[in-house]
């Protein structure tokens, strides 16, 4: 157990958004730090040293990310803040903006040294208005106290922030529809390679990070990356908010080493299972991320262990259903969130998605028929690796894991037509 609350340090002190509260916490020094005694190419090599992975769902090497970048000085390139939290069962990147939005703001900053961008974007979720809010008066803020803008804190380098706010669409959370909707087009994937790292915004180098891993970066300068690295394990490096919903007592954000077990995150932290019930199947990391059982309950929430165990950490949305719950109809929702957000571009995922959800919604009906159990795997595996994009991978992580673990409670629909 962490006693210690690294990212979430700041979010329970009254008014812990304004600047002040920030730099009478310490904050904005890593900055100095970073401007001050490192170059650019140390920078980048610290965090890779770190071991800081993505904390958007893919879990890319950040300083991985970082080096990909071009270090010629005549190329513009471009830093981009994916605010655009909207994985079900996922609602950190949200808190971070609304209660200490300047620790973003100082991973940004360093950030864009690092690479040699002088120019960044925020991309946020439409909805997310007090967040728009809060960005705003922060960068404003930041502005007026040199943080941001020309000659910062006199080392030379400048930098530019900026608010863009989206319109709701759950395909602008993938990197690069979020920079196509940047550029004021429909928010559609492109096909990778190139990524962004060499062709982002604007046809030009970009680096796009998660709100969370940013967070991380002051941290990493201010304390260095050995004291980050030894918390979690050797493959899963620091800290992790962890979202907890569902059927708990205690649902909200837990910040934990990565490694700790799901069983001690529901139990000790989220206050067990409503009503003294027990788990019946847990979704680990958001609902794109493939579902697990209560035999699961003892697994480190790594990126290592969870991917052994046929899942994934992903946002480290953690959604527990208990004993009471019916697995079809709960997949049932979650294939109706992913074929509403298709955005259509390729056959697979815009036709089949509407198609598992007609299947499952013909079991959950009773109107069921054994051969659906094979058409729903069949349908699947035309989707899973045929997609512009990662979310139609998404889209059947929760079909072909409910299959996997609960294949007799379709049966039994399908047979009884009705629930288990």
């Not at 934990?256 to 788990?279: M, S």
């Not at 262990?305 to 208990?322: C, E, F, P, Q, Y």
Request: aromatic share 8%.
């Amino acid at each position: 157990m962490m006693a210690e609350k690294i990212l979430l340090r700041n979010v329970e002190i009254p008014n812990s958004e304004r600047i002040d509260v920030y730099l009478q916490r310490g904050g904005y020094l890593a900055l100095h730090k970073a401007l001050r005694e490192h170059t650019p190419g140390e920078l980048i090599a610290m965090v890779k040293r770190s071991g800081l992975r993505g904390r958007g769902g893919a879990a890319f090497p950040a300083g991985l990310k970082w080096g990909f970048m071009p270090q010629d000085s005549q190329v513009t390139r471009y830093v981009c803040v994916n605010t655009d939290e909207g994985e079900p069962g996922t609602f950190k990147d949200r808190l971070l903006v609304e209660r200490d939005p300047h620790s973003i703001i100082e991973g940004v900053i360093i950030a864009a040294y690092a690479v040699g961008a002088h120019r960044a974007y925020v991309y946020i979720r439409g909805e997310f208005f007090t967040g728009v809010k809060r960005w705003m008066k922060a960068i404003d803020d930041a502005y007026a106290r040199g943080f941001l803008g020309r000659d910062i804190l006199g080392s030379g380098f400048d930098l530019d922030l900026t608010v863009h706010r989206g319109a709701g669409a759950y395909i602008c959370g993938e990197e690069t529809a979020m920079l196509e909707s940047l550029e004021g087009k429909r928010g559609e994937p492109r096909l990778k390679p190139p990524y962004p790292a060499q062709i982002g915004l604007y046809r030009q180098p970009t680096l796009v990070h998660n709100v969370e891993t940013l967070a991380n970066v002051p941290h990493i300068v201010l304390r260095g990356p050995e004291w980050y690295a030894q918390i979690g394990t050797p493959e899963s490096t620091g800290p992790k908010i962890f979202c907890v919903s569902g059927h708990v007592n205690k649902p909200g954000n837990y910040e934990l080493p990565l490694g700790t077990p799901l069983r001690e995150i529901i139990y000790d932290h989220a206050g067990g299972v409503r009503n003294g019930k027990r788990v019946k199947a847990v979704i680990p990391g958001g609902a794109s991320t493939p579902m697990l059982t209560a035999d699961h309950l003892d697994i480190p929430m790594s990126f290592e262990a969870l991917a052994a165990a046929g899942s994934m950490l992903g946002t480290g949305g953690i959604i527990v259903m208990d004993e009471d719950t019916c697995i079809v109809n709960a997949t049932l929702r979650l294939a109706q969130f992913f074929a509403h957000e298709s955005c259509g571009k390729c056959t697979p995922c815009r036709v089949g998605t509407q198609q598992l959800v007609s299947t499952l919604q013909c079991i959950e009906d009773g109107r069921g028929q054994a051969e659906d159990i094979d058409r729903l795997t069949s349908l699947c595996a035309g989707i899973i690796g045929h997609t512009f994009c990662p979310m139609g991978d998404a889209a059947v992580n929760p079909v072909l894991s409910s299959l996997k673990h609960f294949r007799e409670e379709y049966e039994y629909h399908i047979r009884q037509r009705r629930c288990l």
